[in-house]
């Protein structure tokens, strides 16, 4: 095939969901068959049609249940939610500040959320009708009222709510809540290695209750800005703009900042504090098939699933049977591939110029 026709068939948007797709269920596949013992893909097939629409299993090893459907595939799935989440949050977060380093931790709001993680775990709160799930839930809470607080304070600085003080307003409380980390890890005793490890990222041991948590903040959060994909367009050639269009900025600004923040709140609630993904698979979907967020959200929803699964896949895997947590895999791949980002696109400004 010509190097032109290449060309048009990836720019195409019905080729880019086609090929985003494949890559995320190729990755959902590796990820369910590929551990300790091999699933082949026909068998994983068959396991979740039975379960999803009772069919028959066909002769598949009774064994493979259990690990597909009650250990693997749970892991997978949450994997695909969380970075999916971050990714989505990240594409609207960098359309609204007009910014390509934005990403879901800008605005504070995955500091709120780690901060009351790790309350939680510094003074073992145990709320009994919350159960275990005291830990995710009250991370979401705090990583809603931080966006709250975050846009309160900007809005008392300035009431047009202009972008550069709502980015500052956010490295603020996101250096204060930082702090108030650090302090809590320096004065943590056998709490230590268990704080640690969750601020570091992962997505091990956490089946389906953890699913039924992020769920709905994921369905939420993703809906609220598709359907915004039009204002956030508009919003992303600048605010004057944007009003001129008939855009109420000040109201839609909002929307957006909240339903980023609840897809980066229940994401770190049910993983930790994993980077990157919002900062480079929005970037990189946005090179290759251009900043109109009616695709955009979408295909990095795609893409930042299957991300995710692939580098959870690598972090189990890779020292077996040693886990690495898998915020240290996403940002080992994901610093390079944005440097190499950030360098190709300067060079271009350079030619162009």
Known sequence: MPKRSIQMFLRNKISAY?????FFMIALFAGISIGTMRVPFRDIAFLLSHHFFGTSLHGVDPSFDNIVWKIRFPRVLLAALVGASLAVAGAAFQGLLRNPLADPYTLGVSSGASAGAVMVLFFNVQLSWLSGFTLPVISVIASIATIFIVVLFAQAIERSLKVETIILTGIIFSSFLGAVISLMIALTGEELRQIIGWLLG????????YIQLILPFFLIGTILLIIHAAELNAMSFGEEKAQHLGVNVRRKKLVVLVAGS????????VSGTIGFVGLVIPHFIRLIWGPDHR???SLSMFAGAGFLILADLVARTIISPTELPIGVITSIIGAPVFAIILLRKHRKGRRTA
Do not use: E, N, P, Q
Not at 18 to 22: N, S
Not at 262 to 269: D, E, F, N, P, S
């Open 202 to 209: 992962s997505v091990s041991m956490r089946g389906w209750d």
């Open 295 to 297: 695709h955009l959200l």
């Open 18 to 22: 086609i090929i985003v797709f494949a």
């Open 262 to 269: 609840i897809l980066t709140g229940a994401a770190v609630a």
